[in-house]
């Protein structure tokens, strides 16, 4: 058997979904649930949005984090958490106005996207490292917004450097090289997301090869590619991410139920090609984290 691979699992995502899956976790006791249900199938690391619990549309605020992660914690699961700094870079045009913000835009001070990762020191938060169209809009992640919010994430979080296209992993190794960014950070390729990267064996080995040889990274596929990018991350030695976030569907027209159907899936993948699913303290020796 190779090495044990680090998964992943993106239990609810940010986008304005949940009332087309009602599989998808809404409340901060779901949210939380689908995580320590997903650490039970294999997950090493849960990757974490919160929404508003009446709505199901997503939310920034902190109470639910600070919620989720409570109820993570006093479950007795030993699972790594990872919180999203994403929410509050989406922007979305007027198309009849100057400078002017459409209903759905709401970027906010790089300060208020980093609130709820230094209050709750989570092993590790995600870093998105550049901007990138998305449906109506754009995310909006500009190198100075970039910095500000590196520059607020506690010393004992590790950092996940979210890669959407080529030139954010440019910009990821510049701001490494430069000390912006600790150089111990973990890269993740976000791959099929439309107008991003493609998901394609030749996009990720683009990527893999662009970084160091010891840096640690994994890959996921939105939608359809989501499996496919799985065994292309496994066989070109990187770690794998799945979850609600990223995909509905165990096969074609068959929806999963649940974030750990997906890891189920993930792991038998992985171990058709060798691979056993890393323990999370395996991960947390595998990239440095201090032990539960």
Known sequence: MSEPVILTCAVTGGDDVASRYPQLPVTPAQIAQAS???????????????RDPRT????????????????????????IINLTTGPGARYVPALDQANGAAPGS????????VNHVIELLPEICTL???????????????????????AAIPA????????????????????IEDGTIAADSIFQFALGIPWGAPASTETMLLLRNAIGRDAIWAAFGIGRHEFPMVAQSLLLG?????????????????????????????????????????TPAQARRKLGLAAA
Do not use: C
């Not at 590790?158 to 701001?175: C, N, Q, V």
């Open 156 to 175: 004992s979080v590790k950092i996940e450097l979210e890669i959407f296209d080529t030139g954010h992993l440019a910009l990821a190794r510049k701001m």
């Open 36 to 50: 320590v249900e997903a650490a039970r199938a294999g997950a090493a690391i849960v990757h974490i949005h919160v």
């Open 238 to 278: 990187g770690q794998i991410r799945v979850g609600l976030e990223d995909n509905f569907y165990l096969d074609k027209g068959v929806q999963a139920q649940s974030n750990a159907q997906l890891v189920d899936k993930a792991a038998a993948i992985a171990a058709a090609l060798g691979h056993s699913l890393a």
């Open 128 to 150: 998105d490292m550049g901007s990138v169209n998305f449906g109506a809009g754009a995310l909006i992640n500009t190198a100075s917004q970039i910095a500000a919010i590196a």
């Open 106 to 113: 709401n970027v906010r001070p790089p300060l208020e996207r």
């Open 56 to 79: 199901g549309k997503p939310s920034m605020a902190g109470e639910h984090y600070r919620e989720v992660v409570q109820r993570i914690r006093d479950s007795g699961s030993d699972v």
